[in-house]
């Protein structure tokens, strides 16, 4: 008898050690992957700000080399001016020269010559003066036709930033209505470790353990479950966000003969169970959804005072709009 209840004490340590690794395993997984989406987010956000100083620079280079060039076409508009000036005047000395020719036909040989020579080298000037005129107006022409090109590239990228610029504003009035309808949503429950707050471009609802859970514990009591409730009615009609649950411990180490292995396991398992209540609003899609656990090393107080610790014991809920048509402008 006694050798049979020992098997089956066997036993039962046998698969309570594979099933809590295997949960273990599970929620690493599930970690490690919304790590690396959060990441990805992080990175098309840094991403996003680059191009558009890069954007903004490129534009004001543009101005620059677009006024450098139409400065450049009104200095040669008048050098054309003038040099029309100096033709004009080649061709009335021209003129000139042969009425005075005409009058000393009677006169002279040797005037005659001299003034026939007069003749010729002012034919010549002019048609230098012609020629110089006519390569002027063909690099006028080519300016012009620059300058035009520039002109469309130049309202094309002011177009695309004011597009841009229209379309952050627009993300970001849509930030602030979304953190007013939640803080609006949850004013039940401010000043019992809840905070509401915009930050890099998205809304961050911070629930501080003692709104959620008993210490050590993944199980979300009645007031905590109330509150996500309520947040997830919010959630459920503004569909254009994403909605990531991260979980987050302080540094003390995790100790008790439970499921839970350590605070990463824990981390998970309570952001698991936050995702658990808002799923039951059918009106939220569970692919909106990214579950992930921070353990204990994103802390936002000092683990050296109690007060510290009980603050990096939250659980986030980060909302990430949808920026789709924001990297489309971009590219």
Request: glycine share 4%; proline share 2%.
């Amino acid at each position: 008898m006694k050798i049979r209840i020992s098997i089956i004490i066997l036993l039962c340590s046998f698969l309570y050690s594979c099933v809590s690794t295997k949960q273990y395993e599970e929620a690493k997984a599930l970690a490690d992957d919304a790590s690396l989406q959060l990441e990805s987010e992080k990175e098309n956000n840094r991403l996003l700000t680059e191009e558009n100083n890069e954007l903004q620079a490129n534009l004001e280079n543009t101005n620059r080399k677009y006024e450098s060039l139409l400065q450049d076409t009104v200095e040669l508009s008048n050098q054309i001016i003038k040099l029309k000036e100096k033709i004009s005047d080649l061709e009335q000395n021209n003129k000139d020269l042969f009425e005075q020719l005409k009058k000393t036909k009677l006169g002279s040989q040797s005037e005659s010559k001299s003034l026939l020579n007069m003749i010729s080298k002012t034919q010549t000037a002019l048609k230098k003066r012609e020629d110089m005129l006519q390569d002027l107006e063909a690099e006028l022409a080519q300016k012009r036709k620059k300058i035009n090109a520039m002109m469309d590239d130049l309202n094309a990228r002011d177009k695309k930033l004011r597009d841009l610029e229209a379309e952050l504003a627009r993300n970001s009035k849509k930030l602030n209505s979304l953190k007013t309808k939640i803080s609006n949503a949850l004013t039940n429950f401010k000043g019992k470790g809840l905070s509401v707050y915009t930050k890099d471009g998205k809304v961050y609802v911070s629930m501080e353990n003692k709104l959620l859970f008993k210490s050590g514990s993944f199980t979300i009591n009645p007031q905590g479950a109330k509150a996500i409730t309520d947040l997830s009615k919010v959630l459920a009609v503004n569909k254009e966000f994403s909605i990531m649950i991260e979980g987050h411990t302080d540094n003390v180490p995790y100790k008790s003969a439970s499921l839970i292995k350590d605070n990463w396991d824990l981390s998970v398992k309570r952001a698991t169970s936050v995702v658990r209540i808002i799923l039951k609003n059918k009106k939220i899609e569970a692919k909106r959804l990214i579950v992930a656990g921070r353990s204990k090393y994103l802390p936002i107080a000092s683990n050296k005072t109690p007060e510290g610790r009980g603050k990096n014991r939250r659980t986030e809920i980060i909302l990430t709009p949808n920026i789709e048509n924001i990297m489309k402008l971009i590219k």
